[in-house]
């Protein structure tokens, strides 16, 4: 084999999944929220020989010899992290979302501590203390939900709930949470009871770096994130902290949590983070905004409710019983697919059915924006989506749908 044989000549296996995905990719519109389609320059950064090189520890301080290359690269990420979210402290080896978080937990916690945190069912993550999850199993975790009536928070609840448990940590930050969020108002109850804050901005990461979200990293001890959701950098995580947390974090990231850091991530991490630093970054978001409250009218004037009624981020949940009392979340994402439109069902804050069906929908439009689409487009996906549901699946709606997604698609390729 010579090194520079192409992937389809090395792995015929692989290859053909690799060009399928690229086509679904080109060929479907992306309506989950957490996911992005990244520059070609992001994707560069991926395939670099970055990959193969060890460098654990940090810049000027490596386990291995060979590193300046990695140390000038990891320096480049922080710094550009630095100053998009005006943190005193940022760690960019984290390899997940998830594992950001857990250097947070490492880092503050001991076992059989408690931590405050949302409800997966209204809208919180796994690592932020499910059952089953390391959290779950390590932490004494107390959950706070959204208000029945309002499907926001209220933060009279929130500190009663916060009084009574004294918690260690408050976790803020959601998964499926459509509005603004009051961070400050966190840091205040944090405050109160002597617990730390730590936002996860791992949605909305990309609306706090250019100011169209309240940021919390003025008043949390700590700010995670992933960088692959609406800051369109590659898969990965990152923690922040205030400079008095910094030494702790960084031992625990390094050795505490993970071994070598993923170096080819962490360069395109620093690509993505120089792209989210120019003007055109700040339009993007703006354009996400836009659209998804296009979408989001656009479904409730065909009788669609969505939880909260409206959405001020990239987000909204649509809660699909009054318009379709008998289609589920999950018969609804499967038909949506079917038609090329990709969703994912979701719990709606107090469910009756369980997370395999769901009555919500979760839909974003980040991806979407991506590819250059506009309100007007929301409106007409909006009735492409009422249209497979009205159908009930049925092929003939389906396949028309299809159809008119594909024409969209090629339009505005990626
Ligand atoms: C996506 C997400 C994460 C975790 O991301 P992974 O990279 O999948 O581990 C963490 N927190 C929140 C709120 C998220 O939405």
């Known amino acids: 084999m010579r090194s520079h044989e192409t992937i389809s000549v090395v792995d015929p296996e692989i290859w053909p999944h690799m060009q399928a995905e690229v086509r679904r990719q080109q060929e479907t519109l992306e309506l989950i929220a957490s996911e992005n389609h990244v520059s070609h320059a992001v994707l560069e950064a991926l395939g670099t020989v970055f990959t193969n090189k060890y460098a654990e520890g940090y810049p000027g301080k490596r386990y291995y010899g060979g590193c300046a290359n990695m140390d000038a690269v990891e320096d480049l990420a922080r710094n550009r992290a630095k100053q998009l979210f005006k943190c005193d402290h940022v ?205 989001a009218e656009a479904l409730m004037s065909k009788g669609f409710r969505i939880v909260s009624g409206g959405t001020d981020n990239h987000l909204m949940l649509v809660d699909l019983r009054p318009a379709y009392p008998n289609v589920t979340g999950a018969a609804a994402e499967k038909w949506l697919e079917s038609a090329g439109i990709i969703t994912n069902k979701n719990m709606i804050p107090f469910d009756e059915r369980k997370p395999v069906e769901t009555s919500g929908l979760r839909l974003g439009t980040p991806a979407l924006t991506t590819r250059g689409l506009k309100e007007d487009h929301m409106r007409t996906i909006a009735s492409l989506i009422d249209r497979v549901l009205k159908g009930e699946g049925e092929a003939k709606a389906v396949e028309a749908v299809r159809g008119e997604v594909l024409a969209m698609c090629r339009e505005y390729p990626l």
Not at 264 to 269: Q, T, V, W
């Open 91 to 295: 760690n960019v080896q984290p390899h997940s979302g998830s594992q950001a978080n857990q250097a947070v937990y490492l880092s503050v916690l001991q076992p059989g501590d408690t931590i405050l945190s949302l409800d997966l069912a209204h809208g919180g993550h796994l690592s932020h203390g499910m059952k089953i999850n390391m959290t779950g199993l390590l932490y004494s975790v107390v959950h706070y939900g959204v208000d029945r009536k309002t499907e926001r928070f209220d933060f009279d609840e929130i500190a009663r709930l916060a009084r009574e448990h004294k918690p260690r940590l408050i976790i803020t930050g959601a998964s499926a949470y459509p509005r603004l969020i009051d961070f400050t108002r966190f840091s205040e109850i944090a405050a109160e009871v002597g617990a730390i804050h730590m936002a996860d901005i791992a949605h909305i990461a990309g609306m706090v770096a250019v100011g169209l979200h309240p940021s919390p990293v003025p008043t949390a001890g700590f700010v995670t994130t992933t960088t692959h959701k609406t800051l369109r950098g590659p898969r990965g995580g990152m923690t922040m902290c205030k400079e008095e947390f910094a030494k702790k974090l960084d031992s625990r990231v390094f050795p505490g949590l993970q071994g070598g850091p993923l170096m080819h991530c962490i360069a395109a991490k620093a690509v993505a983070f120089a792209e989210a630093l120019k003007p055109e970054f700040r339009a993007y978001q703006e354009q996400i905004l836009r659209n998804a409250k296009a979408l």
